[in-house]
């Protein structure tokens, strides 16, 4: 059986679907008993879903250029 350390190490792949059902079912039977996991299971697939409702805003052509080189620790020639 699976025990809170593990869930949390697990969380992202079982809310992403991505993990066998073997390990799915492990999760599910610690989570009928505990409650704290069940909260953060819960409270990570409500932030996921709101995020994937905000509407996403396209950054200006410059913008998103700029962005990118700082990303990559490149500096914008001026």
């Not at 390990?23 to 909260?39: G, M, S, T, W």
């Not at 996921?48 to 962005?67: A, N």
Request: glycine share 2%.
């Amino acid at each position: 059986m699976m025990d809170c350390k593990e869930i949390f190490e697990s969380l992202s792949e079982y809310i992403d679907e991505e993990l066998k059902d073997a390990a799915c079912r492990q999760i599910e039977v610690h989570l009928a008993d505990c409650e704290n996991c069940r909260v953060v299971v819960n409270t990570l697939r409500r932030t996921v879903t709101l995020y994937h409702e905000i509407p996403s805003e396209t950054l200006p052509g410059d913008v998103r250029l700029r962005l990118h080189k700082m990303i990559r620790m490149e500096h914008p020639k001026d």
